[in-house]
């Protein structure tokens, strides 16, 4: 296996090891994910300075709350209202904010997504089962090596009692990429 | 972690098909950390790597251009790489 391989060389030479592989490995799919993000946007609905903050220097915003690395770099935070509705994309490859919202999932990565969202995105949307009124303009953001884009979206409707943390259990993934509202 | 808000798989998808694609993703991670180089090192040849070959599986891609890093940077030779070397420097 070619993987296997490459990790006995790198080893080898002290590039790398087992160790320090599980470690990252373990990091990803336990702790870094869109529940990073989710508590994010719920801080945001909830502090309003906080929420100008992330707006204004996104990178830094998230770090408060403990998050960063490597394709964290340059946050740029897009926020939905009623008028505009965003929803990101990476035309090039697959760049995506890792320590907020995890590793991409396959959609994200596919070409047909990264070519028709920016060429239809209503379309698309609608395909994934987000329809949205023809009065809602839709900004499309594509990431790049420069910047990572997390849509912040708008706080549903009938949550003003909720606390913190059950408005994080109500934004998903999807939501931060902007193809679902939560 | 476990609960409402622990894992991406939580969202229906597993973050790695299998476990070699983590592996390969915590290897280049290692790699750009040890070589204290940017991650954008990594990350042009990875758009690289999936521009030339855009119906290859996307980690087959992190493969191939964490090979093609290691060995332009001088931490690996080629010939280490063996008949792996063939493939990765076909693409691009």
Redesign the interface.
């Known amino acids: 296996m070619r993987a296997a391989a490459l990790e006995a060389l790198l080893t080898e030479k002290g590039l790398v090891s087992p160790e320090f592989i599980d470690s990252i490995v373990a990091a990803y799919v336990n702790d870094i994910g869109p529940m990073n993000g989710a508590k994010v946007v719920a801080r945001a609905w909830v502090d309003r300075e906080y929420r100008q903050r992330l707006l204004a220097d996104g990178t830094a915003a998230i770090a408060e709350l403990g998050f960063g690395g490597p394709e964290g770099e340059h946050m740029v935070v897009v926020e939905n209202t009623p008028e505009v509705h965003n929803v990101v994309v990476c035309t090039l490859c697959s760049c995506y904010p890792w320590p907020v919202l995890g590793l991409p999932p396959n959609w994200y990565k596919s070409p047909p997504y990264r070519a028709r969202m920016v060429r239809e995105p209503r379309n698309v949307l609608a395909e994934m089962g987000l329809d949205l009124p023809e009065s809602v303009r839709i900004q499309v953001w594509d990431s790049s090596a420069e910047i990572r884009y997390l849509v912040l979206p708008e706080r549903p409707r009938g949550t003003d009692g909720m606390s913190q943390e059950e408005l994080a259990a109500l934004v998903t993934r999807d939501a931060m990429i902007g193809v679902a509202r939560p | 972690?476990r609960g409402?808000?622990?894992?991406?798989?939580d969202?229906g998808?597993l973050?790695?098909a299998a476990?070699?694609e983590?592996?390969?993703?915590?290897?280049a991670?290692?790699?750009?950390q040890?070589?204290d180089l940017a991650?954008?090192e990594f990350?042009?040849r990875?758009?690289a790597e999936?521009?030339a070959n855009?119906g290859r599986p996307?980690y087959e891609c992190w493969?191939a251009a964490?090979?093609r890093l290691?060995i332009e940077l001088g931490?690996?030779r080629p010939e280490?790489?063996g008949e792996?070397s063939s493939s990765a420097g076909r693409s691009g």
């Open positions: 972690m409402p808000s622990a894992l991406p798989r969202n998808e973050v790695f476990p070699w983590g592996r390969v993703l915590a290897m991670i290692g790699v750009v040890s070589l991650w954008d990350r042009r990875l758009i999936i521009a855009s996307y493969l964490l090979e290691a931490a690996l280490e790489l792996l």
